[in-house]
């Protein structure tokens, strides 16, 4: 694997992770790559494939659980300028696979282009908000995504149509291909309606949610025409806790962790959810974040 060698100034081996995640726990990457260039990306997952090495993509890590021993294979960050630009074309904006997606919100919201606001309150990058169809109730910001420029596995680039993209609750045809960038198809509003909707709908997500608090979100996709949070409550876990990890009593779909707290603590908290509410409700509750 003499190819790490050209990116000794990219590739960082035995990194930790904790600190890239909200949830601020589990262990190292075998190695973090953050390339310079679409080229860079290209030859890195190009020659991880050949190699046989995993590789997995980093956004704000702010739906991923990493184990405590680690992730063996290369986690890639696209926190370097060629993933992180914003371009505005009229009603169309061109983002990075690694632009903040909160920042990009509230710059479309303040020049009146309106399509994102749902996206208020949701740590993330543009590519994991993509490859997770993130969103809430007022919208997912798979219905505004027009075109994806994506690597895939083998190193290969691609450019998604929008009529090549399938959303779905919480979920994409993304694959575990690299979304390096992407274009949205916005329309032109009043810039004082789309600040205000941006507002309150973090406003409103500031009080139902624990904020504050290292989580990677709702842990649990909520079931076909059902509330996971309710059925948690309903099943009095709220506040239910293992080692430093506990459901929180404020949203009983998020687990949050405690310092000192493990990934193995969330993990146990989680299995203990699913045990209670398949006995109470007979119902089998599937993950939302991705643990690593
Ligand atoms: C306090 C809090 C509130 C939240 N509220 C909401 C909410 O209201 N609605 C909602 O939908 N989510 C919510 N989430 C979850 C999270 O914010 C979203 O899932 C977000 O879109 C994850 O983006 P990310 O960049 O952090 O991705 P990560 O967590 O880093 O990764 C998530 C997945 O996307 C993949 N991925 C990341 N970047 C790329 C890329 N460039 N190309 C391809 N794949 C990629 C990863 O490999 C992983 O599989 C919340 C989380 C927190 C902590």
Redesign the pocket.
């Known amino acids: 694997m003499n190819w790490l060698n050209d990116f000794r100034d990219s590739i960082e081996p035995n990194a930790p992770l904790a600190d890239r ?2 949830y601020r726990l589990g262990g190292n990457a075998r190695w973090l790559a953050a390339p310079k260039s679409r080229q860079d990306l290209v030859r890195i997952v190009r020659q991880a494939a050949i190699d046989e090495i995993d590789v ?9 659980l990493v184990r405590d021993d680690g992730f063996d294979g290369i986690v890639l960050r ?1 926190d370097q300028p060629a993933f992180t630009s914003i371009r505005f074309d009229g009603e169309r904006v061109h983002a990075g ?2 632009a903040d ?1 909160m920042g990009l919100a509230q710059q479309c919201a303040r020049r009146g282009l309106s399509g994102l606001e749902p996206m208020a ?16 109730r007022y919208g ?1 910001i798979g219905n505004v995504v027009d075109e994806v420029c ?1 690597v895939d596995r083998t190193g290969c680039a691609h450019r998604l149509a929008r009529t090549d993209l399938e959303f779905g609750y ?1 979920s994409s045809n ?1 694959g ?5 960038s992407a274009c949205f198809a916005l329309h032109a509003c009043d810039p004082l309606r789309t600040v205000e909707t941006f507002k309150r709908i973090w406003a409103e ?1 500031k009080a139902s ?3 504050a608090e290292k ?4 842990v649990f996709k909520n079931p076909p025409a059902r509330s996971a949070g309710a059925l948690i409550d309903q099943a009095g876990l709220k506040g239910a806790a293992i080692g430093g990890a506990s459901v929180s009593t404020r949203h009983a779909n ?1 687990i949050v962790a405690r310092p000192g707290a493990k990934s193995a603590d969330v993990l146990a908290v989680i299995d203990r959810v699913r045990e209670v509410v398949a006995d109470r409700f007979g119902v089998s509750l599937e993950l ?1 974040i ?1 643990v690593w």
């Open positions: 995640t909200k997995k993509t980093l956004g704000a890590g702010a739906n991923v696209l696979g690694g997606l309150g949701i740590p993330s990058t543009v590519g994991g908000a993509i490859r997770m169809n993130a969103g809430g997912e994506l919480r993304i575990d291909g690299v979304i390096v997500k949610q624990p904020m989580s990677a979100g709702c998020f939302e991705d």
